[in-house]
DNA sequence: TTTCAATAATAGTAATACTATCATAAATAG
DNA sequence: CTATTTATGATAGTATTACTATTATTGAAA
């Protein structure tokens, strides 16, 4: 993947665009390790500053507060699968090929070619699968959804529920099945390293086959068997 | 359903049992009404103090912090649901039938006759769908794991992954599905109400009809077209 | 060389998440 | 029917969090 490709994302993100300074791109790389290694309940501004020998002011010019920087991540994430999909998907007719490879990129889009330096792809995926859900379950949800800083994800869902649509055009749920693959995708990983009994899928370390595998199994066996 | 059911918890959830005197009681009807009022972030002891007319230092003798409060009233919802289930799948035979049950019951357990005086089903509901997810996305999630404070939930689904292996022997994934429905079924009440573009269910005050002919659709076509 | 924008350094405030101590009222045991 | 235990209330205090404000410094652009 090309070095140099700039993610763009919704401006109310961030006060001061972090992808567009050497401190902002310090605050990106080190609140992804940040936030992977104490939580993002531990994490705040201070401990981040501190880490970056820098201060908490000057993270406070670039974001409002930690949940604005956990949106920023997650946005960039999703941004960086949606482009993956898209190159991975180029040029390939078959909806059923396309959604196949939907699956693959979804569950492993982290595993491919690190793209920007300053963003870990591996690090930045335990994150959202860990905290992605905290981004939207707030009191605030619904003003946040209307300036758009929701946009992103809602987006490579519709982009996965077309290709379902195509796959089946009566299909009555494709919305809900694309959302749901991108749920199940994250729950199933976390819920097999750490909540084994409500899953019946196994990772080890950075493999996630089985998860893949069970994704394909469900989203096929709704559009084929029904 | 009787008047005056104990739900038995997880002794670890709290310091001292909060169903076994009137002040406790107290602290579990009006966290449940201030968590779902001002969200769970928003939360505090001190808050709910002031309006049970008591104070801090006391709310802390029951419960160690907020997040042990969070564990104790979704441990109870779910304990509640799965005798919920149980009384409406009694003499049934049929485990199509019962999982059709189960489905419904999940969806709207809360608009059956409330239980118990001080919980109130129906709003624990909508904190159950807006904070779930929360009681296991944390850094102390496998300790908290080993001393059992997620064992109702997890109960829960081995008790509904049966009925599906009941249906379908040689279904590969009961544990996947059957904490799938539980998740989809909060998930999407919440989407259609903040989120739409992530679903195609639309759910009015307390109408979770389609919601519930969602999961019905999900369930049986992975289970008898496969 | 000035000047301007970004950052650092420092300080300060209100709220949060607790812990500790002591007084008092209510229940209960002897 | 006291004596004692137990639960709660009242009050105070600490460390941390989540910010905001002010001023100084530095490094790049005009």
Not at 22 to 36: C, E, Q, T, V, Y
Not at 52 to 65: C, H
Not at 105 to 116: D, Q, Y
Request: proline fraction near 3%.
């Amino acid at each position: 993947m090309a070095v140099g490709i700039k993610i763009s994302l919704n401006e109310k993100l961030f006060l001061r665009d972090p992808q567009e300074t050497a401190l902002g791109k310090k605050i990106i790389k080190h609140s992804i390790i940040l936030i992977d290694k104490i939580g993002f309940e531990a994490f705040n501004f201070k401990k981040l500053a501190r880490l970056i020998n820098s201060t908490e002011a000057s993270v406070y010019r670039y974001f409002e507060n930690k949940h604005m920087i956990l949106l920023y991540l997650l946005s960039w994430y999703w941004e960086w699968v949606s482009f993956s999909i898209d190159l991975n998907t180029m040029n390939i007719e078959d909806p059923k090929k396309r959604l196949n490879i939907i699956i693959r990129t979804l569950v492993s889009a982290s595993k491919e070619n690190p793209s920007i330096d300053y963003v870990n792809e591996s690090i930045l995926h335990r994150i959202v699968i860990a905290e992605g859900s905290k981004a939207y379950h707030t009191k605030e949800v619904d003003e946040e959804n209307t300036v758009g800083l929701f946009t992103n994800y809602k987006k490579l869902c519709e982009k996965v529920a077309c290709v379902i649509s195509e796959i089946k055009a009566d299909f009555p749920y494709p919305h809900t099945l694309a959302s749901n693959l991108f749920e199940m995708a994250n729950n199933h990983i976390y819920f097999a390293q750490h909540l084994p009994r409500l899953t019946d899928v196994h990772v080890t370390e950075g493999n996630f086959k089985e998860v893949e595998k069970m994704l394909q199994y469900f989203a096929f066996t709704l559009l084929e068997k029904s």
